[in-house]
């Protein structure tokens, strides 16, 4: 496909790059929460609740990067489709 959708695809790169250093920002978090974590309930709640919970919002700019970049595509797909008919 061309390029010329070129600055979903930049956001798209964007929003990916951010989400990528989100989710490993949270890791390293979770890491270093259990490690301050008084007691061992503490830790498992971090650990199974508070990890999942913050890389789950940690990772929605990488959704949204894949959704522009589809958006990108489809919309190329339909121009050239609407050029082959005429």
Do not use: C, H, K, N
């Not at 600055?7 to 250093?21: E, F, H």
Request: proline share 2%.
């Amino acid at each position: 496909m061309s390029r010329d959708y070129g600055a979903l695809r930049l956001w798209s790169s964007v929003l990916i790059i951010i989400g990528v250093a989100g989710v490993i920002f949270v890791v390293i978090g979770v890491i270093f929460a259990m490690i301050g974590a008084a007691t061992f309930w503490q830790a498992l709640a971090i650990l199974l609740i508070g990890g999942p919970l913050a890389a789950l919002f940690a990772s929605w700019p990488i959704a949204l990067g894949q959704g522009l970049r589809a958006l990108a595509d489809v919309a190329e797909y339909v121009r050239d489709q609407q050029s082959s008919v005429r």
